[in-house]
Protein backbone atom coordinates (compact mmCIF):
# COMPACT_ATOMS: atom_id res chain seq x y z
CA UNK A 1 0.00 0.00 0.00
CA UNK A 2 1.20 3.63 -1.32
CA UNK A 3 1.10 5.42 2.08
CA UNK A 4 2.13 8.75 0.63
CA UNK A 5 -1.39 8.05 -1.47
CA UNK A 6 -3.24 9.50 1.50
CA UNK A 7 -0.75 11.65 3.31
CA UNK A 8 -1.70 15.29 2.66
CA UNK A 9 0.23 18.22 0.45
CA UNK A 10 1.64 19.47 3.84
CA UNK A 11 2.95 15.92 5.39
CA UNK A 12 4.40 15.12 1.36
CA UNK A 13 6.09 19.09 1.60
CA UNK A 14 7.66 18.40 5.13
CA UNK A 15 9.12 14.71 3.93
CA UNK A 16 10.50 16.79 1.07
CA UNK A 17 12.12 19.08 3.20
CA UNK A 18 13.27 16.04 5.90
CA UNK A 19 14.45 13.95 2.88
CA UNK A 20 16.78 17.14 1.83
CA UNK A 21 17.89 17.52 5.18
CA UNK A 22 19.23 14.24 5.49
CA UNK A 23 20.43 14.33 1.98
CA UNK A 24 22.62 17.47 2.61
CA UNK A 25 23.75 15.76 5.99
CA UNK A 26 25.41 13.09 4.29
CA UNK A 27 27.21 14.44 1.59
CA UNK A 28 28.62 17.65 3.93
CA UNK A 29 29.63 14.63 5.89
CA UNK A 30 31.20 12.67 3.15
CA UNK A 31 32.78 16.09 2.52
CA UNK A 32 34.02 16.29 5.75
CA UNK A 33 35.74 13.38 5.89
CA UNK A 34 37.98 14.39 3.06
CA UNK A 35 39.10 17.02 5.02
CA UNK A 36 42.82 16.43 7.06
CA UNK A 37 41.96 17.55 10.42
CA UNK A 38 45.23 18.28 12.77
CA UNK A 39 45.22 19.77 15.80
CA UNK A 40 47.62 22.25 17.74
CA UNK A 41 48.04 21.35 21.42
CA UNK A 42 50.79 22.48 23.99
CA UNK A 43 51.12 25.01 27.43
CA UNK A 44 50.75 29.02 26.89
CA UNK A 45 53.75 30.29 25.02
CA UNK A 46 54.91 27.38 23.07
CA UNK A 47 54.77 28.32 19.61
CA UNK A 48 51.23 27.04 18.21
CA UNK A 49 50.28 30.74 16.89
CA UNK A 50 53.55 31.36 15.07
CA UNK A 51 53.27 27.99 13.52
CA UNK A 52 50.04 28.43 12.39
CA UNK A 53 51.97 32.22 10.87
CA UNK A 54 54.72 29.91 8.99
CA UNK A 55 52.09 27.73 7.34
CA UNK A 56 50.07 31.10 5.87
CA UNK A 57 53.33 32.03 4.61
CA UNK A 58 54.56 28.25 3.18
CA UNK A 59 51.48 26.60 2.46
CA UNK A 60 48.92 29.99 2.13
CA UNK A 61 49.43 33.35 0.89
CA UNK A 62 51.19 35.29 3.45
CA UNK A 63 50.23 38.20 5.24
CA UNK A 64 47.76 40.44 2.96
CA UNK A 65 47.63 44.57 3.35
CA UNK A 66 44.74 44.29 6.10
CA UNK A 67 46.18 41.68 8.18
CA UNK A 68 49.66 43.40 8.39
CA UNK A 69 47.84 46.56 9.47
CA UNK A 70 46.29 44.73 12.24
CA UNK A 71 49.53 43.14 13.16
CA UNK A 72 50.90 47.23 13.15
CA UNK A 73 48.79 47.51 16.54
CA UNK A 74 49.77 43.71 17.98
CA UNK A 75 53.45 44.30 17.33
CA UNK A 76 53.21 48.31 19.07
CA UNK A 77 51.76 47.02 21.78
CA UNK A 78 54.26 44.10 22.40
CA UNK A 79 56.75 46.97 22.20
CA UNK A 80 54.95 48.52 24.94
CA UNK A 81 54.20 45.70 26.64
CA UNK A 82 57.98 44.33 27.31
CA UNK A 83 58.93 47.54 28.10
CA UNK A 84 56.62 47.75 30.89
CA UNK A 85 57.36 44.47 31.67
CA UNK A 86 61.01 45.08 32.43
CA UNK A 87 60.38 48.42 34.27
CA UNK A 88 57.56 46.61 36.77
CA UNK A 89 60.80 43.93 37.18
CA UNK A 90 63.40 46.38 38.24
CA UNK A 91 60.92 47.56 41.13
CA UNK A 92 60.85 43.85 42.16
CA UNK A 93 64.60 43.09 41.57
CA UNK A 94 65.72 46.45 43.39
CA UNK A 95 67.46 47.37 39.97
CA UNK A 96 68.59 51.06 39.39
CA UNK A 97 68.54 52.77 36.10
CA UNK A 98 72.02 53.76 35.80
CA UNK A 99 71.42 57.39 34.43
CA UNK A 100 69.52 59.67 35.34
CA UNK A 101 68.26 60.71 32.44
CA UNK A 102 66.88 57.04 32.46
CA UNK A 103 64.71 57.90 35.48
CA UNK A 104 62.83 61.07 33.78
CA UNK A 105 62.25 58.70 30.33
CA UNK A 106 60.98 55.95 32.89
CA UNK A 107 58.40 58.11 34.29
CA UNK A 108 57.47 59.49 30.53
CA UNK A 109 56.88 55.98 29.44
CA UNK A 110 54.95 55.22 32.86
CA UNK A 111 52.77 58.24 32.69
CA UNK A 112 51.91 57.84 29.10
CA UNK A 113 50.94 53.75 30.05
CA UNK A 114 48.81 55.09 33.10
CA UNK A 115 47.08 57.99 30.68
CA UNK A 116 46.78 55.86 27.68
CA UNK A 117 45.74 52.04 28.61
CA UNK A 118 45.39 52.22 32.13
CA UNK A 119 45.28 49.50 34.62
CA UNK A 120 45.02 46.32 32.05
CA UNK A 121 45.62 42.69 31.77
CA UNK A 122 49.47 41.79 30.80
CA UNK A 123 48.31 40.23 28.08
CA UNK A 124 45.73 42.55 26.48
CA UNK A 125 46.88 43.93 23.51
CA UNK A 126 47.40 47.65 24.09
CA UNK A 127 45.78 49.93 21.18
CA UNK A 128 47.37 53.43 21.13
CA UNK A 129 47.42 56.28 19.11
CA UNK A 130 50.09 56.36 16.63
CA UNK A 131 50.72 60.03 17.17
CA UNK A 132 51.08 60.12 20.85
CA UNK A 133 53.01 57.07 20.73
CA UNK A 134 55.88 58.41 19.30
CA UNK A 135 56.57 61.02 22.01
CA UNK A 136 58.03 58.11 24.14
CA UNK A 137 59.63 56.62 21.04
CA UNK A 138 63.25 57.97 22.07
CA UNK A 139 62.38 57.35 25.72
CA UNK A 140 62.31 53.40 24.82
CA UNK A 141 65.27 53.92 22.90
CA UNK A 142 67.41 55.92 25.77
CA UNK A 143 66.32 53.17 28.29
CA UNK A 144 67.36 50.32 26.15
CA UNK A 145 70.44 51.65 26.39
CA UNK A 146 70.60 52.17 30.01
CA UNK A 147 72.93 49.50 31.75
CA UNK A 148 70.25 48.60 34.73
CA UNK A 149 67.37 48.35 32.32
CA UNK A 150 69.50 45.70 30.15
CA UNK A 151 71.17 44.05 33.35
CA UNK A 152 66.93 43.64 34.41
CA UNK A 153 66.14 41.75 30.90
CA UNK A 154 68.80 39.55 31.49
CA UNK A 155 67.30 37.99 34.87
CA UNK A 156 64.02 37.63 32.59
CA UNK A 157 63.91 33.66 34.20
CA UNK A 158 62.78 35.09 37.36
CA UNK A 159 59.85 37.41 35.48
CA UNK A 160 57.55 37.15 32.90
CA UNK A 161 58.76 38.26 29.85
CA UNK A 162 58.05 37.64 26.32
CA UNK A 163 60.63 36.08 24.26
CA UNK A 164 60.50 39.00 21.34
CA UNK A 165 61.63 41.27 24.06
CA UNK A 166 65.50 42.43 22.95
CA UNK A 167 64.19 42.10 19.02
CA UNK A 168 61.32 44.90 19.32
CA UNK A 169 63.27 47.16 22.09
CA UNK A 170 66.33 46.90 19.08
CA UNK A 171 63.95 48.10 16.64
CA UNK A 172 62.01 50.59 19.32
CA UNK A 173 62.46 53.79 17.13
CA UNK A 174 61.27 51.93 13.83
CA UNK A 175 58.10 50.41 15.25
CA UNK A 176 56.81 53.63 17.23
CA UNK A 177 57.21 55.69 13.36
CA UNK A 178 54.20 56.15 11.89
CA UNK A 179 55.27 54.74 8.48
CA UNK A 180 56.16 51.06 9.86
CA UNK A 181 55.62 48.35 8.44
CA UNK A 182 56.36 44.63 9.88
CA UNK A 183 58.47 42.46 8.30
CA UNK A 184 57.52 38.98 7.93
CA UNK A 185 59.82 38.07 10.92
CA UNK A 186 58.37 41.24 13.07
CA UNK A 187 55.33 39.48 13.02
CA UNK A 188 56.13 36.09 13.19
CA UNK A 189 57.87 37.06 16.33
CA UNK A 190 54.46 38.89 17.46
CA UNK A 191 52.43 37.91 20.28
CA UNK A 192 48.88 37.77 21.29
CA UNK A 193 47.49 35.19 23.41
CA UNK A 194 44.63 32.71 22.02
CA UNK A 195 41.50 32.66 23.81
CA UNK A 196 39.50 31.02 21.30
CA UNK A 197 39.06 28.42 18.55
CA UNK A 198 40.17 29.17 15.62
CA UNK A 199 40.74 27.57 12.50
CA UNK A 200 42.65 27.38 9.15
CA UNK A 201 42.56 25.97 5.65
CA UNK A 202 45.26 25.10 3.50
CA UNK A 203 45.76 22.68 0.61
CA UNK A 204 48.92 19.83 0.47
CA UNK A 205 48.76 17.41 -2.19
CA UNK A 206 45.12 17.95 -3.23
CA UNK A 207 43.78 17.37 -0.09
CA UNK A 208 42.19 19.66 2.02
CA UNK A 209 44.29 20.41 5.49
CA UNK A 210 42.36 22.14 8.72
CA UNK A 211 44.66 22.97 11.05
CA UNK A 212 42.90 23.65 14.50
CA UNK A 213 44.43 26.55 17.18
CA UNK A 214 43.20 26.50 20.39
CA UNK A 215 45.03 28.18 23.73
CA UNK A 216 47.42 26.96 25.88
CA UNK A 217 46.54 28.13 29.02
CA UNK A 218 45.28 26.57 31.70
CA UNK A 219 42.06 28.06 31.72
CA UNK A 220 41.71 27.39 28.27
CA UNK A 221 41.72 23.30 27.73
CA UNK A 222 38.74 22.32 28.83
CA UNK A 223 37.76 23.81 25.31
CA UNK A 224 40.52 20.93 24.18
CA UNK A 225 38.34 18.03 24.58
CA UNK A 226 35.56 18.96 22.15
CA UNK A 227 38.06 18.53 19.64
CA UNK A 228 40.12 15.26 20.28
CA UNK A 229 37.40 12.39 18.53
CA UNK A 230 37.16 14.84 15.08
CA UNK A 231 41.15 15.30 14.39
CA UNK A 232 43.13 13.21 11.92
CA UNK A 233 46.86 13.60 14.08
CA UNK A 234 47.96 15.98 16.61
CA UNK A 235 51.13 18.43 16.88
CA UNK A 236 52.02 19.54 20.50
CA UNK A 237 54.14 22.25 20.67
CA UNK A 238 56.59 21.88 23.87
CA UNK A 239 59.56 25.33 24.68
CA UNK A 240 62.74 23.90 24.98
CA UNK A 241 63.77 27.08 26.51
CA UNK A 242 61.07 26.67 28.88
CA UNK A 243 63.03 24.58 31.44
CA UNK A 244 64.44 27.58 33.80
CA UNK A 245 61.09 29.75 33.71
CA UNK A 246 57.67 29.42 35.49
CA UNK A 247 54.39 29.66 34.51
CA UNK A 248 52.61 32.72 34.74
CA UNK A 249 49.16 31.17 36.35
CA UNK A 250 51.34 29.47 39.04
CA UNK A 251 55.11 31.11 40.42
CA UNK A 252 55.51 28.00 42.01
CA UNK A 253 55.25 25.20 38.94
CA UNK A 254 58.43 25.22 36.25
CA UNK A 255 57.32 25.50 32.62
CA UNK A 256 58.48 22.19 31.65
CA UNK A 257 57.44 20.13 34.05
CA UNK A 258 54.08 21.78 33.56
CA UNK A 259 54.23 20.89 29.42
CA UNK A 260 55.61 17.34 30.19
CA UNK A 261 53.14 16.74 32.27
CA UNK A 262 50.18 17.66 30.02
CA UNK A 263 51.71 15.96 27.40
CA UNK A 264 51.27 12.70 29.33
CA UNK A 265 47.97 13.16 29.90
CA UNK A 266 47.49 13.88 26.28
CA UNK A 267 49.32 10.61 25.08
CA UNK A 268 47.07 8.49 27.19
CA UNK A 269 43.63 9.68 26.11
CA UNK A 270 41.63 6.74 24.74
CA UNK A 271 40.71 9.24 21.49
CA UNK A 272 44.44 9.22 20.35
CA UNK A 273 45.50 5.38 20.13
CA UNK A 274 45.12 5.22 16.89
CA UNK A 275 46.24 8.21 16.23
CA UNK A 276 49.78 10.09 14.93
CA UNK A 277 51.30 12.41 17.68
CA UNK A 278 53.89 14.80 16.23
CA UNK A 279 56.20 16.28 18.57
CA UNK A 280 58.03 19.84 17.99
CA UNK A 281 59.94 20.64 20.53
CA UNK A 282 60.63 23.93 19.74
CA UNK A 283 62.60 27.26 20.51
CA UNK A 284 65.85 25.92 19.97
CA UNK A 285 67.64 29.23 19.02
CA UNK A 286 66.99 30.80 22.48
CA UNK A 287 67.27 27.24 24.09
CA UNK A 288 70.98 27.32 22.52
CA UNK A 289 71.78 30.79 23.76
CA UNK A 290 70.14 30.36 27.49
CA UNK A 291 71.80 26.54 28.23
CA UNK A 292 74.92 28.61 27.79
CA UNK A 293 74.39 30.71 31.13
CA UNK A 294 71.62 28.52 32.90
CA UNK A 295 72.84 24.65 33.63
CA UNK A 296 69.45 22.45 33.18
CA UNK A 297 70.72 20.28 35.83
CA UNK A 298 69.86 22.91 38.13
CA UNK A 299 66.59 22.38 37.59
CA UNK A 300 66.53 18.66 36.11
CA UNK A 301 69.13 16.76 38.44
CA UNK A 302 68.45 13.85 36.38
CA UNK A 303 70.49 14.94 33.59
CA UNK A 304 74.16 13.40 33.52
CA UNK A 305 75.18 14.90 30.17
CA UNK A 306 77.86 17.28 30.08
CA UNK A 307 77.17 21.00 30.85
CA UNK A 308 76.53 23.95 28.62
CA UNK A 309 76.55 20.79 25.81
CA UNK A 310 73.25 22.07 23.97
CA UNK A 311 73.05 19.05 21.91
CA UNK A 312 73.23 17.06 25.04
CA UNK A 313 70.37 18.81 26.57
CA UNK A 314 67.83 18.96 23.70
CA UNK A 315 68.16 15.14 23.44
CA UNK A 316 67.90 14.59 27.76
CA UNK A 317 64.59 17.10 27.33
CA UNK A 318 63.34 14.64 23.93
CA UNK A 319 63.71 11.96 25.96
CA UNK A 320 61.15 13.24 28.81
CA UNK A 321 58.67 13.29 26.45
CA UNK A 322 58.98 10.63 24.84
CA UNK A 323 59.06 8.67 27.41
CA UNK A 324 55.36 9.60 28.11
CA UNK A 325 54.85 7.71 25.08
CA UNK A 326 52.11 4.33 26.19
CA UNK A 327 53.94 0.78 26.02
CA UNK A 328 53.58 -0.35 22.12
CA UNK A 329 50.80 -2.45 21.70
CA UNK A 330 49.55 -4.67 18.57
CA UNK A 331 47.74 -4.03 15.66
CA UNK A 332 46.61 -0.37 14.50
CA UNK A 333 45.59 0.95 17.92
CA UNK A 334 49.20 1.82 19.03
CA UNK A 335 50.02 5.39 19.16
CA UNK A 336 52.54 6.39 16.84
CA UNK A 337 55.02 9.50 18.30
CA UNK A 338 57.06 11.63 15.70
CA UNK A 339 59.72 14.03 17.53
CA UNK A 340 61.57 17.29 15.59
CA UNK A 341 63.37 19.96 16.66
CA UNK A 342 61.97 23.16 15.37
CA UNK A 343 61.86 26.84 15.63
CA UNK A 344 59.31 27.96 14.97
CA UNK A 345 60.31 31.68 13.87
CA UNK A 346 63.07 30.39 11.26
CA UNK A 347 60.71 29.87 7.99
CA UNK A 348 63.67 27.24 6.40
CA UNK A 349 63.61 25.14 9.48
CA UNK A 350 59.50 24.96 9.49
CA UNK A 351 59.67 24.60 5.86
CA UNK A 352 61.83 21.59 5.94
CA UNK A 353 60.25 19.90 8.74
CA UNK A 354 56.54 20.47 7.47
CA UNK A 355 57.53 18.44 4.48
CA UNK A 356 57.86 15.18 6.76
CA UNK A 357 55.30 15.80 8.85
CA UNK A 358 52.68 16.73 6.24
CA UNK A 359 53.55 12.77 4.82
CA UNK A 360 52.77 11.81 8.28
CA UNK A 361 49.56 13.58 8.63
CA UNK A 362 48.73 12.14 5.16
CA UNK A 363 49.08 8.68 6.06
CA UNK A 364 47.68 8.66 9.37
CA UNK A 365 44.26 9.97 7.44
CA UNK A 366 44.70 7.15 4.81
CA UNK A 367 44.78 4.86 7.31
CA UNK A 368 42.17 6.27 9.24
CA UNK A 369 39.50 5.50 6.35
CA UNK A 370 41.05 2.44 5.55
CA UNK A 371 42.58 4.22 2.15
CA UNK A 372 45.20 2.21 2.30
Known amino acids: MCLDCFA ?17 IKNDKKIDEKIVKLLLLGAGESGKSTFIKQLMIIKGSGFNERSRSEYIVIIRSNLLQVTRSILSAMAMLYI ?43 CIVNLWKDEGFRACELRRKEYQLMDSACYYLDMAAEICSPNYQPSDQDILRSRKKTTSISEYTFDIKKVQLKVIDVGGQRNER ?27 ENQQTNRMVESIELFATIVQYPWFQNKSIILFLNKTDLFEMEIQ ?27 MYEDKKPAPREGPDSTHLFSHFTCATDTDNITKVFKNVQEIILRSYLNEFNLV
Open 8 to 24: SAEQVAQKGISNNIDDR
Open 222 to 248: RKWLQLFDIVTSIIFLASLSDYNLRLA
Open 96 to 138: ELEKQESKEDRDKILNFLKDEVGDVDPDEILEVNPAKLQTISQ
Open 293 to 319: NSNIKDYFPQYTGPELDAEAAKNFVKG
